[in-house]
């Protein structure tokens, strides 16, 4: 059977006893947990000890199928030890570890899983290893913001499979990264504001993004379209490109919280994308905001994805 070794590392402002006791308990798992976002109604039970040798963490839902968690073993501030198995949508039993340590001021945590898939899912095991990776990193983040206040600002609302009509839109073009996507998303859009500004002209519409088919997750490569969506065939702006956006279907996803979560988001629609068996097609993704960072609270920041489907 094909092994995997999946881990991705980070690093959390606060102690390492902080990050270990957060981290054990389980009852803290529901909040920062990178695969429960998308499900609206999970059934998760926890063993009345969450955070001790033998403790148990259950789930089943729809869209995150079912398995558990048991720890095996707790090594207050720098080890956790936990066997993790599936029962849906296929069997199979997997070691998680946490590698924590203190860092200067900050404490490094690496999140591991060490299994192995069934043979005859051999062929999913370089993709497997990339998403679940992806859902670590999303995870971490998840994990270091409750850790430093006790929440996390990221919810989702699937709002169904929707029509789009044919989009005009005047934005500037940039490749990045998916490490640097988020600084480099910000100059971008200010170079967007800063043009129309000195253009003079009145732009009515919204802000949006568009991820480009180019974009490539194997090797973390995105190709977007930062600007503004626009109903206006007339106007133009020095400095800024035109785009078309086909019409097409979309599954719109409302994510509400800190930008640094959207990918929530996307791995939410993807995810229920697969349970209600849609098609994802090969066009761009897309991204509405709202509201502005400019005057509202990180918490309360609305950006609508839209995910390209078949049909």
């Known amino acids: ?26 009852r803290t798992w529901t909040t920062w947990s990178p695969w429960l976002k998308i499900d609206p109604d999970p ?3 926890i063993s009345t000890d969450p955070s ?16 558990g968690m048991k720890h095996r073993w707790l090594d207050r501030p720098r080890k956790i030890e936990i066997d993790l198995h599936f ?13 924590i340590r203190s860092v200067g001021d900050e404490t490094e945590v690496t999140w591991h899983m060490i299994g192995k898939l069934p043979w005859f899912l051999f ?4 993709s497997m290893e990339m998403f679940v990776g992806m859902d670590y990193e999303r995870g971490l983040q998840m994990l270091a913001e409750y850790v430093k206040t006790g929440t996390v600002t990221s919810k989702l609302d699937v709002q169904g499979a929707q029509s789009l009509d044919r989009l005009r839109v005047l934005g500037i073009r940039e490749s990045c990264s998916m490490d640097d996507i988020g600084p480099v998303m910000e100059k971008v859009f200010e170079k967007v504001h800063q043009r129309i500004a000195a253009s003079g002209v009145n732009v009515p519409g919204n802000m949006i993004s568009v991820y480009h088919p180019t974009c490539d997750l ?3 490569y995105f190709d977007f379209t930062c600007g503004i969506e626009t109903t206006d065939t007339d106007v133009t702006v020095d400095g800024l490109d035109e785009l078309t956006v086909d019409a097409g279907r979309y599954l719109k996803v409302r994510h509400t919280g800190r930008y640094q979560h959207l990918g929530n988001a996307w791995s939410g629609a993807a995810q229920y994308c697969q349970y209600k068996k849609l098609k994802m097609a090969k066009e761009p993704g897309l991204e509405f905001y709202p509201n502005s960072p400019q005057d509202t609270d990180p918490a309360d920041l609305i950006t609508d994805v839209y995910m390209a489907i078949k049909g």
């Open 1 to 26: 059977m094909p092994a995997f070794h999946i881990q991705r590392t980070h690093r959390i402002a606060a102690s390492a006893e902080q990050v270990f006791d957060a981290i054990a308990d389980f």
């Open 43 to 45: 059934t998760v039970t």
């Open 52 to 67: 001790s040798v033998g403790s148990t963490y259950d789930w089943q839902g729809d869209l995150v199928g079912q398995g």
């Open 87 to 99: 029962i849906k949508p296929f069997k199979s039993q997997s070691e998680v570890r946490f590698d």
């Open 123 to 126: 062929w999913m095991k370089s």
């Open 218 to 220: 194997k090797t973390r």
